[in-house]
């Protein structure tokens, strides 16, 4: 027996749902018409207010504030639902629905118009719904229909037989009819479920409340038969609709439709004492080969629904509308009553989603966790072996309705082997995890993810929920709102996104890393959809997709990174926290490019040089390996260079490189920035890319001068993300190293923006500390890849000087015409024109965010700015 039921998780999980009893959504125009409380209630009026202290009511706005990645509250869910429905039904209603296989619908519960057709809902659920007819609404209709022709023979003592005969016919067509698989009583509402045998029914008062129902519709214009079906009440009429419809089916040919029959849990149209499915049994015993449906565990009598689907073959017991109306206890004890004698054989699941497609949502939710709790229970108690709990729940999900209805599914469930190779996969990789986890002393976890506007963003977890996570089998993941993605440093939403929605955050495991303090480990995240498919502005997934259409041509590269950053001390002589002066230039005499005297106070207590040691040794820990650490020109500046690797791994270990730059230095008082230009009077920091196109060829000319000249024809708009700053452009001067304003090449070059250093390896030197690392490269590999694709020329000359410093005549025989953008907003338009082969959704969305952020810092006097970016990066 498997210990932390990696298979039992596993099938739940997979386990397709088929839903045996449901109705149909309402249509947009009657959508608020109707009260949304009533996903988790079946009470009515002051009742339903009253529904909001009630447990089921909060678990449910727990559930769907975790999904719409709102606040806990009804008011806020309503609020978030109402935006689902303006912005995407569609797709929410699928987001809903998603883990339905199919729906068998009664379509007889609102007023005709109202609600969608049960076909309609196929276009979320993975088989073709079906319809369940409700045979009250058929003879409802008949009656209405004979009103309507205003024939004399409502008035004649023959009535009931005209009727009867038409109900007959209109039951024969349901059974014949291939999306039809079964049928609905709702006697329980209308007269209770003590049904008479037929021989007892007396036909006098069954005409007698036949000429009620005509007399009542005559008042009303006729009626119709929704109006009608109210009136099938207290009356042998109703026994006489039950018994028709049993005797159709007990005699048509082939496969028995089901009937079904709501029992116990209902509104308050029901008698209470009459809806128990004990009263039902001589009715079972009536009709032995019509297969019998108990809907809704009978609850409050769930134990008589689960006697009787045990000793009558013909007795199926529905476990539906307790999920989401009772509370969590409630269910798992109704779960556990039902196993007590009911064979797994003869339980079948459902939501009895009406309306609403949040109703659905929480139901498939509750309905999978609590059967992972009580059968998971059972398994651990000894009381079944993990493989049969297994085949409890595909039973109930799936494989008792799919027989029982006669469906053809389109899934298929998992046999016992693919589970096993499944919850083997899982089991091995997350055994891995735990134990790297444990052999790295963790305490906590560190998921990080970088955004539009450069800013590194974490959530930290407990290892020990980490652990927990890891033994279900189901992987670490964070629910993030939309927003997340689409909010500037002050946390304020550009126009373009609202509060609704959330994605999911998968970790990548193999990005983990110790740090960037003692007791903590890092990982890095995706974005993906709650389908599980990649969002499209994912800033990591935008890499990987780049990286994947450059392998498509059979390029792959590797790529390293200088980092250069300037240490800073707080101030003591400013007064205002705010002051534009609350930080200044580390002091140390004669600081400069590579000066030894920068390192003679190494080992010092309060010295930088003592944390320059713990970075390297952080650095060291976490596999992050670098090929220098030495001072640089501006003072207090320095560089680390970090050793080549793949370009999403590179990444990576640049972001958690600064992570452990900026822990290490903070924790002895000092402070670090990535600021383009702190200073006006020193030199600026950038964090420069060297690649090199590491596949086979890649060091031949053709493949990558090809690839530079991609890069060189797209230059304009790649720095829109390499200097996505107003202070990138305070850098990015001619004749300081920085990569000037031309847009040209060169061997061995630091004035050019490209410098060549060998064969392949060439050096981006326009890249800065406040450029989101991601996007960067995937914008550089993007312009360099349809280089290669298109075989551009490198029509630029080997400039080995420094442009500004040359002649018109000697620029344009070196190819150099054209500048780089003078300011953010010009970048953004070049990159708006370009595109770079990047998702759209990716370009428009950093557009957005620059323009959102341009408009905040340009009302910021300079000196203003300057610290408050400083402050951030």
């Known amino acids: 027996m498997a210990s932390d039921l990696r298979l039992l998780n596993a099938a739940i999980d997979s386990t397709p749902l088929i839903d045996n009893h449901a109705h149909p959504l309402l249509k947009p125009g009657a959508v608020t018409k109707h009260p949304l409380l009533s996903i988790a209630s079946e009470a009515h009026g002051a009742a339903l207010e009253d529904s909001k202290c009630s447990l089921p009511h909060i678990r449910a706005v727990k559930q769907l504030a975790r999904a719409l990645d709102c606040q806990a509250t009804w008011e806020a869910v309503e609020v978030a639902i109402q935006r689902k429905r303006n912005e995407s039904p569609d797709e929410w209603t699928k987001f809903c629905l998603e883990d339905i296989e199919t729906i068998l619908i009664d379509d007889g519960l609102d007023r005709p118009g109202l609600s969608e057709t049960y076909s309609w809902h196929d276009k979320f659920t993975k088989s073709k719904c079906k319809r369940i007819v409700r045979i009250e609404t058929v003879v409802a209709d008949v009656v209405a229909h004979f009103l309507q022709l205003g024939s004399d023979i409502i008035f004649k003592d023959s009535f009931l037989g005209h009727v009867l005969d038409k109900y007959s016919l209109e039951i024969q067509k349901a059974l014949e009819d291939p999306d039809v698989v079964g049928f609905k009583s709702i006697i329980c509402y209308r007269r209770g479920l003590d049904i008479p045998p037929e021989n007892l029914i007396q036909t006098e008062d069954a005409k007698r409340a036949l000429r009620g129902i005509i ?25 006489l609709v039950v018994h028709t419809a049993a005797k159709l089916i007990r005699d048509a040919p082939g496969h028995k439709k089901p009937l079904q029959f709501h029992t116990g849990l209902g509104d308050n149209d029901i008698t209470l004492t009459k809806s128990s499915p004990s009263h039902l049994q001589d009715f079972i015993r009536e009709y032995p080969t019509v297969p019998i449906v108990l809907l809704h565990a009978g609850y409050p009598w769930t134990r008589e629904t689960a006697y009787l689907a045990a000793m009558y073959p013909n007795v199926f017991a529905d476990i539906g509308e307790v999920f989401p109306c009772i509370s969590r206890q409630g269910q798992e004890s109704i779960v556990k009553q039902m196993l007590e004698i009911c064979p797994c054989s003869k339980i079948l699941c459902s939501t009895d989603g009406h309306g609403f497609p949040e109703m659905y949502f929480i139901a498939v939710n509750q309905i999978r966790s609590v059967l992972e709790a009580v059968l998971g229970g059972l ?127 998968q970790v990548d495991w193999s990005s983990l890393k110790p740090g960037p303090v003692a ?45 250069e950053f300037v240490v800073l001390e707080r101030n003591p002589d400013a007064a205002d926290p705010n002051s534009i002066d609350k930080y200044r230039a580390l002091r140390t005499d004669g600081h400069s490019w590579s000066m030894a005297r920068v390192l003679s106070d190494w080992g010092r207590e309060g010295s930088f040089n003592t944390v320059s040691e713990e970075i390297m040794d952080a650095l060291d820990a976490a596999g992050i390996a670098f090929e ?78 090809a690839f530079y000249a991609g890069v060189l024809s797209h230059f304009r708009a790649v720095a829109a993300f390499a200097n996505p700053s107003p202070a990138s452009y305070e850098r990015m001067v001619d004749s300081f190293w920085a990569g000037g304003r031309w ?8 004035e050019a923006p490209l410098r060549k250093v060998r064969d392949s390896h060439w050096e981006l030197k326009i890249l800065d500390g406040m450029a989101n690392p991601y996007l960067a490269v995937a914008a550089l590999l993007s312009a360099g890849a349809d280089g290669v694709r298109r075989k551009t020329p490198l029509t630029w000359g080997d400039c080995l000087g420094d442009p500004a410093k040359m002649g018109e005549k000697e620029k344009k025989q070196l190819g150099i015409t054209t500048l780089f953008p003078g300011n953010l907003r010009e970048a953004l338009e070049a990159l708006k024109q370009d595109g770079l082969g990047l998702h759209p959704d990716v370009v428009q969305r950093y557009i957005d965010i620059k323009n959102a952020e341009l408009e905040l810092l340009e009302k910021m006097k300079p000196d203003r700015r300057r610290v408050w970016l400083m402050e951030r990066y």
């Not at 519709?217 to 207290?234: M, N, P, Q, T």
């Not at 990982?523 to 990649?534: A, I, L, N, R």
């Not at 847009?743 to 630091?750: D, L, R, S, Y």
């Open 379 to 505: 398994v651990r108690n000894n009381q079944l072996e993990e493989i049969q709990a297994v085949q409890i729940v595909q039973a109930v999900l799936f494989s008792n309705s799919k027989k029982l209805y006669n469906l053809q599914a389109v899934s298929t469930l998992p046999t016992m082997a693919q589970l096993e190779t499944i919850s083997r996969t899982m089991q091995s990789s997350n055994q891995s995890i735990v134990q790297r986890l444990q052999s790295l002393n963790a305490k906590y976890l560190r998921i990080y993810w970088h955004d539009y506007t450069s800013s590194a963003k974490c959530r930290p977890l407990p290892i020990k929920q980490v652990y927990k996570t890891l033994a279900s089998g189901k992987p670490v993941t964070l629910s993030i709102t939309k927003a997340g993605l689409g909010l500037l440093q002050t946390d304020a939403m550009i126009p373009q996104v609202n509060a609704s929605g959330a994605f999911t955050v």
């Open 628 to 705: 220098q650490f030495h001072p640089e020109s501006a003072p207090g500046q320095y560089e680390l260079v970090l050793a080549p690797l793949p370009p999403l791994e590179a990444c990576d270990a640049l972001l958690h490189a600064r992570q452990i730059l900026e822990s290490a230095a903070a924790r002895r008082g000092f402070r670090v920035t990535l600021h383009p230009k702190p200073f006006a009077a020193s030199c600026g920091s950038g964090s420069h890319a060297h690649v090199s196109v590491s596949s086979p060829g890649g060091d031949k000319p053709a493949v990558y001068e």
């Open 215 to 239: 007399s009542g519709g005559l008042r009303d214009a006729y009626g119709d038969g929704f109006s009608l079906v109210k009136r099938l009440e207290h009356s042998p009429l109703n026994d």
């Open 743 to 750: 847009i040209t090449w060169g061997t061995q070059n630091k």
């Open 519 to 563: 007791g903590h480990v890092s990982v890095y995240g995706d974005f993906t959809e709650q389908d599980g498919s990649p969002a499209s502005v994912c800033p990591r997934t935008t890499l990987r997709t780049t990286l994947s259409k450059a392998g498509e041509l059979g390029l792959t590269f590797l790529l390293g990174f200088e980092v």
